[in-house]
T-cell receptor
Framework: NAGVTQTPKFQVLKTGQSMTLQCAQD?????MSWYRQDPGMGLRLIHY???????DQGEVPNGYNVSRSTTEDFPLRLLSAAPSQTSVYFC???????????????FGEGSRLTVL | GDSVTQMEGPVTLSEEAFLTINCTYT??????LFWYVQYPGEGLQLLLK???ADDKGSNKGFEATYRKETTSFHLEKGSVQVSDSAVYFC???????????WGAGTKLIIKP
């Protein structure tokens, strides 16, 4: 029972480099999202998607791109990494068809990114 | 706008002590309320939820009651264990969208 799978778990980048954080879920969830978690700031929503081909911005979208070509996958791209993007990133998914406002959000284990 | 306020941590308790973590919210409608828990090195997972006023959510010995009159959803446990050490997040969501609004999280440390 894989749930939400994120890769890589750890990554070190130099300023200006680009990379993609992968997220895949096997629960056929319509909704997928990316959060970043920083000390003392809780969780902040970066981007989200309510279905294949549909994406939208969250609270802190600058410097990140997403796409949703399939129901299962929701990669997060850092176009030109900056030290301010050093953080722990979480992918999360949920059903929306039946329970739009009560459905449980399922999280991946996180990806720790350091930008030097 | 809608918001969630949690008590600041860390909260440090001895094993078998009584736990309360305060959570209050501001919302324009009737939200659903959640507590999520994050164990060290892991992602968040749902601990309990309540979808309407006076509902009580419970799981793993934890409880929280949805109090509309005080706009609160305080987390309680009668006797904590070392394994309860984690970060606890209070959150709300409204009927009209899929987004969760998060509190800042409260770190709980239980000493043997």
């Amino acid at each position: 029972n894989a749930g939400v799978t994120q890769t890589p778990k750890f990554q070190v980048l130099k300023t200006g480099q680009s990379m993609t954080l992968q997220c895949a879920q096997d629960m056929n969830h319509e909704y997928m999202s990316w959060y970043r978690q920083d000390p003392g700031m809780g969780l902040r929503l970066i981007h989200y998607s309510v279905g294949a081909g549909i994406t939208d911005q969250g609270e802190v979208p600058n410097g990140y791109n997403v796409s949703r070509s399939t129901t299962e996958d929701f990669p997060l791209r850092l176009l030109s990494a900056a030290p301010s993007q050093t953080s722990v990133y979480f992918c999360a998914s949920r059903r929306t068809r039946d329970m739009p406002h009560t459905g449980e959000l399922f999280f991946g284990e996180g990806s720790r990114l350091t930008v030097l | 706008g809608d918001s969630v306020t949690q008590m600041e941590g860390p909260v440090t308790l001895s094993e078998e002590a009584f736990l309360t973590i305060n959570c209050t919210y501001t919302a324009t409608g009737y939200p659903s309320l959640f507590w999520y828990v994050q164990y060290p090195g892991e992602g968040l997972q749902l601990l309990l939820k309540a979808t309407k006023a006076d509902d009580k959510g419970s799981n793993k010995g934890f409880e929280a009651t949805y109090r509309k009159e005080t706009t609160s959803f305080h987390l309680e446990k009668g006797s904590v264990q070392v394994s309860d050490s984690a970060v606890y997040f209070c959150a709300l969501t409204m009927d009209s969208n899929y987004q969760l609004i998060w509190g800042a999280g409260t770190k709980l440390i239980i000493k043997p």
